[in-house]
C-alpha cells in the first residue's frame, strides 16, 4: 500500500509561482512513475505531468509545458510540480497520483492506483 499526501497548494494571482509537494510513504517500488493531475470546476480530471521514478524521464500536458516542471526526490520519497506564470485556466483541484510500471508515463488516471487527497490551486486574475 502506498500513501500520498499533497501541499502546497493555495490562492495566488495571475502571473505567481506555486511549487507542489507529494509526500510518498508505504510500500515504495523503484519502478513507480509518478504523476501530477488535476481537476477544475465542472470539468474531468486531466493529466498534468508525470515522471518516471528511475529513470528521471518526463511528460507534460501541451497546456503546462514550458511552465510547470515535475521533479523528483527519491531520498525523500517526494515528487514536487513547480508551477509558473499560472494562469485563471490553472484553477483547480491537483492531484498527486502513481503507478507501478515500467515504459511510458501513462496520461489515463485510470492506470493509476494509488491517490492523494487533492491541494486546491487558486488563480485570481
Same mark, same amino acid.
Given at each position: ?5 499533497? &501541499? ?28 501530477? +493531475? ?8 486531466? +493529466?498534468? /505531468? ?10 507534460? /500536458? ?5 511552465? +510547470?516542471?515535475? &521533479? ?24 498527486? /497520483? /502513481?503507478? &507501478? ?12 492506483? +494509488? ?11
Amino acid at each position: 500500500q502506498v500513501q500520498l499526501v499533497e &501541499s502546497g497548494g493555495g490562492l495566488v494571482q495571475v502571473g505567481d509561482s506555486l511549487k507542489l509537494s507529494c509526500a510518498i510513504s508505504g510500500r515504495i517500488f523503484s519502478s513507480y512513475t509518478m504523476g501530477w +493531475f488535476r481537476r477544475a470546476p465542472g470539468k474531468e480530471r486531466e +493529466f498534468v /505531468a508525470g515522471i518516471t521514478w528511475s529513470g528521471g524521464s518526463e511528460l507534460y /500536458a501541451d497546456s503546462v509545458k514550458g511552465r +510547470f516542471t515535475i &521533479s523528483r526526490d527519491n531520498a525523500k520519497n517526494a515528487v514536487y510540480l513547480q508551477m509558473n506564470n499560472l494562469e485563471p485556466e490553472d484553477t483547480a483541484v491537483y492531484y498527486c /497520483a /502513481a503507478v &507501478s510500471l515500467s515504459g511510458p508515463i501513462p496520461k489515463v488516471d485510470r492506470l493509476y492506483g +494509488f491517490w492523494g487527497q487533492g491541494t486546491q490551486v487558486t488563480v485570481h486574475s
